[in-house]
């Protein structure tokens, strides 16, 4: 049974929120959103935080909150794909109650983390049979495939209902959804995805190498394509993930092609 305990709140303030600047720099506020877009494309996994059901007897009906790690994707709209146990406790207590959190922490190899970007969600879990969110997430976690087909494993699709960035001192927000993806998916491009990131995997290996190389600094030989959306598109080699932004977003998914070739103009002018 999900347990709903009544709308969310209204948006606190921050100890130190740009909101308040919203009438001023509203350029402000979209570089405020994007740097969380970016920090959740940009990770492969995150903190996962439910409402654990009591351990009777001892609580008395009192649900414990409970944080555990999980594998991520992100989908177009900025919604988390999740590929969970039935068996895991987390599991057990979003059938309990729905409302979850996700961190994603940006902080690692940082001599202070404390100034680095993470980005906390607020949102509810639910499960899906979508198969084009499937192939996203297996696309992302290609080893996921070995367990994804087992009876106890399902997808879930995370619906964001507001945001807190901590993107260093002076940039910390809480983002409404609404605040958080400026923009819907471009024409076809979800569709299209999977055909683009295939032909890159087949015909293009060497100008994924390019792109990893040199445009993002990054050694290997055997960079792979996993996701393209509106605003970058995302590499995987073995354990590592990297990803690409667009200088613009993409308006519609023909123009990845020109996207990419430039991008491939440019990695070998560097």
């Known amino acids: 049974m999900v347990t709903q305990t009544g709308p969310l709140p209204p948006l606190p303030r921050s100890a130190i929120d740009i909101g308040e600047l919203r009438p ?14 970016d920090l959740m494309r940009g990770l492969d996994r995150a903190a996962l935080a439910t409402a654990l059901p009591a351990l009777p007897p001892s609580e008395a009906g009192a649900a414990w909150p409970y944080a555990s790690l999980v594998l991520v994707a992100v989908d177009h709209d900025l919604s988390p794909i999740l590929l969970l146990s039935d068996l895991a406790e987390h599991t057990k207590a979003i059938a309990s109650d729905y409302r979850i959190s996700l961190l994603f922490d940006g902080t690692g190899g940082l001599d202070q983390p404390l100034t680095g970007p993470r980005v906390t969600l607020l949102g509810h879990a639910t499960q899906t049979t979508d198969g084009r969110l499937r192939e996203r997430f297996l696309a992302r976690h290609p080893d996921a495939a070995m367990y994804a087909g087992f009876k106890d494993f399902h997808f879930y699709r995370v619906t964001v209902e507001r945001a807190h960035l901590v993107a260093g001192f002076g940039r910390i927000r809480w983002l409404t959804a609404a605040e958080l993806v400026s923009a819907p998916a471009p024409a076809g491009l979800p569709e299209s995805e999977a055909g683009i990131v295939a032909h890159m995997n087949e015909d293009h ?42 200088d ?4 519609s998914a023909a123009e990845a092609r020109k996207v990419l070739v430039a991008l491939v103009g440019r990695a070998r002018a560097a």
Request: glycine fraction near 10%; include cysteine.
């Open 24 to 37: 001023f720099c509203p350029e402000m506020i979209e570089d405020i959103s994007r740097t969380a877009r």
């Open 205 to 246: 290996a060497d100008a994924l190498q390019l792109y990893a190389n040199k445009l993002l600094g990054l050694p290997g030989s055997d960079w792979r394509m996993t996701g393209i959306d509106a605003e970058g598109l995302d590499l995987r080699r073995a354990g590592q993930v990297a990803r690409l932004p667009f």
């Open 248 to 251: 613009g977003p993409l308006e």
